[in-house]
C-alpha cells in the first residue's frame, strides 16, 4: 500500500515563480526523500529528511517535515522550465527502513 | 561510471510469455529492489533484497519473480501469471541512506 500522499496532483506556474508540493504519510518513519523523475525516466533523489530534522536546504530547495503532522513539504524557489518534472516523497517506516514506500506525485509544469 | 543499468529500456510480451528485466549495479550496494510505475501513477514495491540469495515481496509481487545469485544483479521476471503486465519498471539499489535509480525498462503486451 502505499503511504505517501502528495498534494496537489499537478501544479502549473510561470519560470521565477516558487513552487511548492505537499506530502502525507501513514506512519512513523526514519526519513523521509523526495525524488524528481523526468518523463518517462527514472528517479533522481534530491533531498533526505530524517525523523528529527525539521528543515533542510540544498540549493533552491527547501524541504520541512512535521511529524507531529505527518507531513512534509518541498519548495522550489525561482523555478526553471527544466525543473518540469513529476515529483515524490518516499519514506522509510521506523519498523523497517529496508524498503521505500513512494507516494503518488506532484506533476510540475513551469512555463518559460 | 558507478551506478544501475536496466535493460532492455523497451520490452514487448506475448500472451503467456515469461520475460525478464534485467537490472545490474556496480556501486556495491548489498540492497536492490524493483518498483513498477503505472502511467500517473506512483511506485509500487514488487520485491526486495537486502542480501545475496534472499529476497522478500513487497506490496504487489504476484505474477512475479526473482533471483539474487550475485551482489551485482537483480533480474525479475514477469510471468504469464500476471495478467496485467503494462508498466514501467525501475531497478533501485542502496546503501541504506542513498538510493539509487535505473533508467526504467517499459513492459507492453503485444
Not at chain 2, 30 to 50: H, K, T, V
Request: charged residues 20%; positive net charge; contains cysteine.
Amino acid at each position: 500500500s502505499q503511504q505517501g500522499e502528495e498534494d496537489p496532483q499537478a501544479l502549473s506556474i510561470q519560470e521565477g515563480e516558487n513552487a511548492t508540493m505537499n506530502c502525507s504519510y501513514k506512519t512513523s518513519i526514519n526519513n523521509l526523500q523526495w525524488y524528481r523523475q523526468n518523463s518517462g525516466r527514472g528517479l533522481v533523489h534530491l533531498i533526505l529528511i530524517r525523523s528529527n530534522e525539521r528543515e533542510k536546504h540544498s540549493g533552491r530547495l527547501r524541504v520541512t517535515l512535521d511529524t507531529s503532522k505527518k507531513s512534509s513539504s518541498l519548495l522550489i524557489t525561482a523555478s526553471r522550465a527544466a525543473d518540469t518534472a513529476s515529483y515524490f516523497c518516499a519514506t522509510a517506516a521506523s519498523y523497517n527502513t529496508d524498503k521505500l514506500i513512494f507516494g503518488t506525485g506532484t506533476r510540475l509544469q513551469v512555463f518559460p | 561510471d558507478g551506478g544501475i543499468t536496466q535493460s532492455p529500456k523497451y520490452l514487448f510480451r506475448k500472451e503467456g510469455q515469461n520475460v525478464t528485466l534485467s537490472c545490474e549495479q556496480n556501486l556495491n550496494h548489498d540492497a536492490m529492489y524493483w518498483y513498477r510505475q503505472d502511467p500517473g501513477q506512483g511506485l509500487r514495491l514488487i520485491y526486495y533484497s537486502q542480501i545475496v540469495n534472499d529476497f522478500q515481496k513487497g506490496d504487489i509481487a504476484e505474477g512475479y519473480s526473482v533471483s539474487r545469485e550475485k551482489k551485482e544483479s537483480f533480474p525479475l521476471t514477469v510471468t504469464s501469471a500476471q495478467k496485467n503486465p503494462t508498466a514501467f519498471y525501475l531497478c533501485a539499489s542502496s546503501s541504506g541512506l542513498g538510493w539509487y535509480f535505473g533508467a526504467g525498462t517499459r513492459l507492453s503486451v503485444l
